[in-house]
């Protein structure tokens, strides 16, 4: 059991970039989830995944942000054309998603974007 | 739509001392998480808490539910420095929803 992984862990971009991280949760692990959390603040949740199906997503999750986890395992987050306020700590986690209740997430170390 | 506070958010305690977090939230929640994170690093799961209650212990950190109260607190004895990290409260929504809410969190410092 290697952990939750995400990977670039930190990303400089220029406003107007498409930027895409990369999250492998932990093997066994049915769900998916996408947080993003900005200095000082808690996480805030964007989306998550049921296997391949993404089943819910925030209203924070604007049409410059698309997730996808195509095969059930890895799943990757892309920002298109970046904003400065897209600055903060992406981070994924996973959980079991054997059970209709919430479970334990699991995290990765994130992924820090700056947006210059 | 389900709101988390908690208090406080700064707590500056020497080493030894006794001190309680507190999370209270808007909604009702069946069971809430506490996450700890270190400065630069990603969230550790500390306890689930899974009904009215519940109470867990592990090492210097205890923690409580009151889901009458839609209050959960963390409380520390005789505090050591590695226990210096933000703590963060995370109630469930109680519709099966399977995101968490987050509390801002309470950055705890130890000195010794």
């Known amino acids: 059991d290697t952990g939750v992984s995400q990977n670039p862990r930190h990303k400089i971009t220029k406003r107007g970039q498409n930027v895409t991280f990369r999250c492998d949760p932990i093997?066994?692990?049915?769900?998916l989830y996408w947080y993003r959390q900005t200095l000082g603040q808690g996480p805030e949740f964007l989306t998550y995944?049921?296997?391949?199906?993404?089943?819910?997503k925030s209203r924070l999750l604007s049409d410059r942000f698309s997730a996808e986890r195509p095969k059930g395992s890895f799943s990757t987050l892309e920002i298109q054309r970046t904003e400065q306020g897209d600055s903060a700590m992406y981070l994924c986690?996973?959980?079991?998603?054997?059970?209709?209740?919430?479970?334990?997430?699991?995290f990765g170390p994130g992924t820090r974007l700056l947006v210059l | 739509e389900l709101k988390v506070e908690q208090n406080p958010l700064f707590l500056s305690m020497q080493e030894g001392k006794n001190y309680t977090i507190y999370c209270n939230y808007s909604?009702?929640?069946?069971?809430l998480y506490w996450y700890r994170q270190d400065p630069g690093k990603s969230l550790e799961s500390l306890f689930v808490?899974?009904?009215?209650?519940a109470v867990k212990q592990e090492g210097r950190l205890m923690a409580s539910l009151d889901t009458k109260a839609r209050l959960s607190t963390l409380h520390i004895t005789a505090a050591v420095h590695d226990l210096s990290a933000t703590y963060f409260c995370?109630?469930?929504?109680?519709?099966?929803?399977?995101?968490?809410?987050f509390g801002p969190g309470t950055r705890l410092s130890v000195l010794p």
């Open positions: 986690a996973s959980s079991l998603g054997r059970l209709k209740i919430q479970e334990t997430q699991y």
């Open positions: 093997s066994e692990h049915n769900r």
């Open positions: 995944f049921q296997n391949e199906a993404q089943l819910e």
């Open positions: 909604t009702t929640s069946d069971r």
């Open positions: 808490l899974l009904s009215n209650g």
């Open positions: 995370a109630p469930t929504p109680d519709n099966y929803g399977q995101n968490f809410v």
